[in-house]
């Protein structure tokens, strides 16, 4: 059975997807979700979220699980790595792998756990915002929040 919470945040609506055991999304997107109810699991997503959004919490604590290839899951994986307030770029983050730069972006771009799996602090060489599925403007928002809330200091994204 699957399962939906919604919240509002600084940067738009968020629906969360979740089985029973599991969430599998968490997107700006609209969804269809007529008939899908709250779980404990989904309302625990949403007050995580909505601690996140007001600078109280750094990292996330609830199972997760995306349908991707292996590979794809891998890259997943990686992107936990990424500290909170922290970036890395394209190349940085696809050197143990360097021709497979281009399958790495495509991956990350199919991430279907926004915020959560930190696709938003991969950007690009020259330290550009580049590709996000919710739009650039909110992993500009994203990132400067994180910073901040890190005591980083400001971003110096170029647009």
Known sequence: MSYASFISSPIGKITILAEDDFVY??????????????????RNV?????????????????????????FQQEVWRKLLNIPFGETTSYAKFSAHKPLAIRAIAAANGKNDLAIVVPC????????????YAG???????????EREIANKGQTELKF
């Open 25 to 42: 999304a968490i997107t700006f997107a609209e969804k269809d979700v007529d008939g899908l109810m709250e779980n404990e699991l989904t």
């Open 46 to 70: 949403a007050i995580q979220l909505e601690a996140y959004f007001k600078g109280n919490l750094s990292a996330f604590n609830f199972p997760m699980q995306q349908k991707g290839t292996d």
């Open 120 to 131: 938003h602090r991969v950007i690009g060489s020259s330290g550009k915002l580049v590709g």
């Open 135 to 145: 739009g650039l403007w909110r992993k500009q928002w994203l990132l400067q929040h």
